[in-house]
């Protein structure tokens, strides 16, 4: 015979509710903030490496790029419509993974795929339970 599962009343810690998912935001949206600047600061390079990947039209794919990881980093960390941006987030983790992370035979794009797949399911873990305390989305529901 199964075990009732106990059910968690207790509302979760200020520091599980509040530090805790900014910490987790930060250290998410970074990442991406610093490739998005990267990719500012070398548009060429990352042009040629879009390019190398068989994608049409690289300059828009590198406009694309740029936005979404520069405007979503910030709004990330800000806490800004987070469920929204971590699912962009999340699609765009997997569609790099796919489209340039795809040769699983050279370790290091192994492992680039792996930490892209990781990182979607970080943001799908954001999507499911929001910003946390210390966020403008939090803020703006007060």
């Known amino acids: ?7 968690n009343t207790q509302s979760p810690s200020p520091l599980l509710s509040g530090a805790v998912p900014l910490v987790g935001r930060i250290l998410l949206g970074v990442i991406f903030l610093i490739s998005g600047i990267g990719k500012i600061a070398a548009p060429a390079a990352a042009i040629g ?3 190398s990947a068989g994608l049409p039209l690289p300059q ?3 406009a694309i790029g740029i936005a979404v990881e520069v405007i979503g980093g910030i709004l990330l960390i800000a ?3 987070t469920r929204t941006v ?3 987030f999340a699609a765009y983790c997997l569609a790099t993974a796919a489209l340039f992370h795809n040769n699983l035979a ?4 192994f492992v680039h795929f792996f930490k892209n797949v990781a990182m979607a399911g970080g943001m799908l873990q954001i999507v499911a339970f929001g910003a946390g305390r210390l966020s403008l989305d939090a803020y703006r529901n007060r």
């Not at 015979?1 to 059910?7: A, E, K, N, T, Y």
């Open 86 to 88: 971590a699912g962009i």
């Open 60 to 62: 828009v794919g590198l």
């Open 79 to 81: 806490g800004y419509h």
């Open 106 to 109: 050279d370790q290091n794009q």
């Open 1 to 7: 015979m199964s075990q009732p599962v106990p059910s």
């Open 49 to 51: 490496y879009i390019a």
